[in-house]
């Protein structure tokens, strides 16, 4: 018996082709998907009016990477507006028992700032700027203590903690369960059983992998208020981090810094033998301005206000004249004051510029501004260190910003030995600035941060000494010698700078 041929294969090709038409099809439907994508992504960020190269960096990423890209986005490229709480302080203020003083320290800014100009001439510039650019109150009579590492701050910082009679408020973006912290828990808890009222605000990205749930219960437990600042199951605000070292006791003694509360910062992190940091202790008319800064985080935290009487007692307004700003910012602050006074800071300097930075990642203002002071002959240096605890991508990127202020005379330092995390500014021995907020884009734009500006000599010059023998431990970083390194790495530092607005 005869069997017709193959009119099967003729189905098979007709099936191969409508198979293969199929997956055409879908890939145009892909393609074009991708399209709009990319070009709804551009749309809503240009329209977003950030610096250009915030954008094109966000841009770039959208374009590499898709659907990772746009994960990242709503993690960490969203800004802070939306969600803020920042503008309920008035109201706080206003509806507290400290309204009227907080009234009548508003009203005397215009007299204080005239004071000043007397004073400090030109330089009184730096304070005019932050007062127009983040309503930062000029402050007169303080007293200042330069804590150059732990093992001066710590000590310090626990004798007034034993001797707190009302209040203790911390606010760290790290803080870890070690044996240093160990003793500081027992030290809290003793005092809750004094009566103290304890207060701490913590970081849980800072301090992720660091603060064991043992230890929180313990503290809780004993009586501890200890709160994360914007914890993790909140994904609209997971990239908004409170950077901040700040301890209030008793309304009376503050402190401002880049100091964390760890043991590394005694030991020193893997791989290096010590921890190089700068810190301040204050009292005087300023602490009332870094407790409104707990208050304000530990309101926009729990809900709870403090701004009343017992957390603000009236500050000696006949102690030694030393003025001093506390100079405080965030995601939803609109000027970006930290980074202008740095930039009102270079603009008034006449003579010498010093600026210590764990890592250097300038926007093009501050870059365009170190580079032209440093062109117009004054001596300006920067110490930063070459490279991390971590492997964090800042400080490859940062070397990229180094051999560009490098190239137009600014004298770049490369911190050796101890890990380098200080955060410091002087100008011409007249003003000088001390805080949290590194020299980079994330902290100038991303993150809480609090800095100190000092307008004095003294401490200025103080300040300058403590850079000029930190110098001891530095080498010089050498265009000349980075060109020599191999391309492979040289890509990857410049790779990294492509995402520098990110880091």
């Known amino acids: 018996m005869l069997v017709a041929p193959a009119p099967p294969a003729a189905g098979r090709g007709a099936m191969d082709l409508a198979t293969l038409a199929s997956y055409l099809s879908w890939g145009v439907v892909l393609t074009a998907l991708g399209v709009v994508y990319v070009l709804a992504a551009a749309v809503f960020l240009i329209l977003e009016n950030?610096?250009?190269?915030?954008t094109f960096a966000w841009i770039f990423l959208l374009l590499v990477f898709p659907l990772g890209g746009l994960?990242?986005?709503v993690l960490f490229g969203r800004r802070r507006?939306?969600?803020s709480r920042e503008r309920e302080l008035t109201k706080l203020v206003e509806g507290s028992g400290v309204a009227a003083r907080s009234a009548r320290l508003l009203s005397e800014q215009p007299a204080k700032l005239a004071s000043l100009v007397q004073s400090h001439g030109e330089y009184a510039q730096?304070?005019?700027t932050l007062w127009a650019a983040a309503r930062a109150p000029l402050t007169f009579s303080n007293t200042i203590e330069i804590l150059q590492n732990a093992r001066e701050k710590y000590p310090r910082l626990l004798d007034d903690i034993r001797a707190a009679r009302h209040s203790v408020h911390l606010l760290y973006y790290e803080w870890a369960s070690d044996p240093f912290t160990e003793a500081v828990g027992r030290l809290l808890l003793e005092k809750v059983r004094q009566g103290v009222a304890v207060r701490i605000v913590y970081d849980p990205v800072g301090s992720l992998g660091m603060l064991g749930r043992r230890y929180i219960r313990t503290l809780r437990r004993g009586g501890v208020q200890l709160v994360p600042f914007s914890p993790l199951y909140r994904i609209h605000t997971l990239s908004y981090r409170n950077h901040r070292k700040v301890a209030v006791i008793d309304g009376r003694i503050g402190y401002s810094g880049g100091m964390n509360m760890t043991e590394r910062h005694l030991t020193g992190p893997r791989g290096f033998t010590g921890w190089r940091?700068?810190?301040?202790?204050?009292?005087?008319?300023?602490?009332?301005?870094?407790q409104s800064v707990f208050a304000t985080m530990w309101h926009n935290t729990t809900g709870e206000n403090l701004f009343d009487e017992p957390y603000f007692p009236e500050a000696d307004d006949e102690g030694p004249r030393l003025p001093i700003q506390v100079v405080s910012e965030g995601p939803d602050s609109r000027w970006e004051a930290i980074r202008r006074s740095y930039l009102a800071m270079i603009a008034v300097a006449q003579r010498r510029v010093y600026l210590q930075s764990p890592f250097l990642i300038p926007d093009t203002s501050l870059g365009e501004a170190l580079?032209?002071?440093a062109l117009a002959g004054l001596d300006v240096k920067v110490m930063i260190a070459p490279r991390g605890a971590e492997l964090s991508p800042a400080y490859r990127a940062g070397m990229t910003y180094a051999l560009e202020m490098a190239?137009?005379?600014v004298q770049v330092f490369l911190y050796q030995g101890d890990y380098f995390h200080a955060k410091t500014a002087s100008v011409d021995s007249m003003v000088c600035s001390i805080g949290s907020a590194n020299m980079d884009i994330r902290s100038f734009s991303i993150n809480y941060e609090t800095n100190l500006v000092v307008y004095d000599g003294m401490v200025a010059q103080e300040l300058e000494a403590d850079f000029e023998a930190d110098l001891r431990s530095c080498v010089r970083f050498s265009p000349e010698e980075y060109r020599t390194r191999p391309v492979r790495s040289r890509l990857v530092d410049s790779t990294l700078r492509l995402f520098s607005p990110l880091l």
């Not at 950030?50 to 915030?54: A, D, L, N």
């Not at 940091?277 to 870094?290: Q, S, Y």
Request: aromatic content about 6%; cysteine-free.
């Open 71 to 73: 994960v990242i986005y």
């Open 371 to 373: 580079k032209t002071a």
């Open 81 to 83: 507006h939306a969600f």
């Open 277 to 290: 940091d700068t810190h301040a202790r204050v009292t005087g008319e300023a602490v009332p301005i870094l």
């Open 407 to 409: 190239e137009a005379g």
């Open 50 to 54: 950030r610096k250009p190269q915030s």
């Open 126 to 128: 730096v304070a005019t």
